[in-house]
């Protein structure tokens, strides 16, 4: 929870809201330039309820209070797609694009820090938006993570070779944030 939005995991009933969501460009832009399918969503889901499971940590569904409306979602997951930094953790997030410019993307990986940082106490968190997500480069930076530079992302069955920017933050540079 924070002051604007539940933030909580995802539910099997959760499809008809994060589907909607999905199916816009924007959201997907980054990596895969395309909207999602009802389909994808659903996996999505399992998968997110799943890497809980296993991990005891993982990506929350965000909801505005103000509405109840799903938004998106934000928070910690393990970045197998990029096997070079592993073992690692990654602050992560995604929203509709009616919500954006307006600080839940911030607000909400704040959370997911906090939670990673002080419950868990993890060591450090990564985060790796694509160079081209500008808006993501800047929450990052908004978040005081530090940039170490270029990551080159492999192509898979799914999309091209990316390069996103890789940002770090350390729990001493948390605490002192």
């Known amino acids: 929870m924070t002051e604007r939005l539940e933030l909580r995991h995802f539910e099997p009933t959760d499809l008809d809201a994060l589907a909607g969501v999905f199916a816009k460009y924007e959201v997907w832009k980054f990596p ?3 909207p999602w399918r009802r389909d994808e969503t659903a996996t999505f889901i ?3 309820r799943s890497h ?5 940590f993982g990506l929350w569904l965000a909801i505005l ?3 109840g409306g ?3 979602y934000v928070g910690l997951s393990v970045p197998m797609f990029l096997p070079e930094i592993l073992p690692a953790v990654e602050v992560g997030w995604r929203f509709d694009p009616d919500a954006w410019g307006r600080g839940y993307a911030t607000e909400a990986a704040r959370a997911a ?3 990673g940082f ?3 106490g993890f060591d450090e968190i990564c985060s790796l938006p694509q160079v081209e997500n500008v808006a993501s480069v800047r929450v990052a930076e908004r978040l005081g993570m530090r940039n170490e530079g270029i990551a080159t992302i492999a192509a898979n069955e799914r999309f091209g070779e990316k390069n996103a920017v ?3 933050m350390t729990a001493d540079e948390w605490r002192a944030s």
């Open 32 to 34: 895969y330039n395309r």
């Open 46 to 48: 399992a998968n997110q």
């Open 52 to 56: 809980w499971e296993t991990c005891e």
């Open 65 to 67: 209070q103000s509405t």
């Open 70 to 72: 799903v938004i998106g």
């Open 113 to 115: 820090l906090a939670e």
């Open 118 to 120: 002080t419950t868990l």
């Open 166 to 168: 890789l940002f770090w």
